[in-house]
T-cell receptor, first 116, second 111 residues
Framework: DSGVTQTPKHLITATGQRVTLRCSPRSGDLSVYWYQQSLDQGLQFLIQYYNGEERAKGNILERFSAQQFPDLHSELNLSSLELGDSALYFC???????????????FGPGTRLLVL | GQQLNQSPQSMFIQEGEDVSMNCTSSSIFNTWLWYKQEPGEGPVLLIALYKAGELTSNGRLTAQFGITRKDSFLNISASIPSDVGIYFCAGQLEGAQKLVFGQGTRLTINP
């Protein structure tokens, strides 16, 4: 158990809909990262928040957005869903965000999203 | 986006055999990480490497950070059934927070 929790574990929805994925980081961690894992693209970084502020952005679509709340939990919002958005979405957390390369990221169990 | 080339893509071995997999990149990384992912779970960190040439062990696992900072390898000695899973390398660029992942090596062990 990494200490990172994600809900829900599974989500089935229809195209055009909007969903919210939730992540609680490990106790004491200030950074939250979101990754998407699909069969054809592998694990791809989406976005990072540090202490409530957006810190880095990766291959995140404009239809997707995220935020980190004062209690440090984070939500990833996916809207106007398409079939290709079906994937595993992982949240990871780390203590800081210095970019020094020593911020070990611990991953949650993921949310499996299926868009029908 | 940037990618790491991880090989082999899959391995089928007998229990007790040693395993070796590696990752290469055209970019220089200042951190290399190795994760293992089992079905329905998130990646679990196995070994973290922070310095070129560093050789680190975690039980039967040994990983090295290449001297050129563009590659890393992971060895598993005397494999056991619970080693089954997908192993990912991940690199972190200087000053960047995000991890860049390899495509994974799927390990299957025949008892």
């Amino acid at each position: 158990d990494s200490g990172v929790t994600q809900t829900p574990k599974h989500l089935i929805t229809a195209t055009g809909q909007r969903v919210t994925l939730r992540c609680s980081p490990r106790s004491g961690d200030l950074s939250v990262y979101w990754y998407q894992q699909s069969l054809d693209q592998g694990l791809q970084f989406l976005i990072q928040y540090y202490n409530g502020e957006e810190r880095a952005k990766g291959n995140i679509l404009e239809r997707f957005s995220a935020q980190q709340f004062p209690d440090l939990h984070s939500e990833l919002n996916l809207s106007s869903l398409e079939l290709g958005d079906s994937a595993l979405y992982f949240c990871a957390s780390s203590v800081g965000a210095s970019g020094s390369g020593r911020e070990t990221q611990y991953f949650g169990p993921g949310t499996r999203l299926l868009v029908l | 986006g940037q990618q790491l080339n991880q090989s082999p893509q899959s391995m089928f071995i007998q229990e007790g055999e040693d395993v070796s997999m590696n990752c290469t990149s055209s970019s220089i990384f200042n951190t290399w990480l190795w994760y293992k992912q089992e079905p329905g779970e998130g990646p679990v960190l196995l070994i973290a490497l922070y310095k070129a040439g560093e050789l680190t062990s975690n039980g039967r696992l040994t990983a090295q950070f290449g001297i050129t900072r563009k590659d890393s390898f992971l060895n598993i000695s005397a494999s056991i059934p619970s080693d089954v899973g997908i192993y990912f390398c991940a690199g972190q660029l200087e000053g960047a927070q995000k991890l860049v992942f390899g495509q994974g090596t799927r390990l299957t062990i025949n008892p």
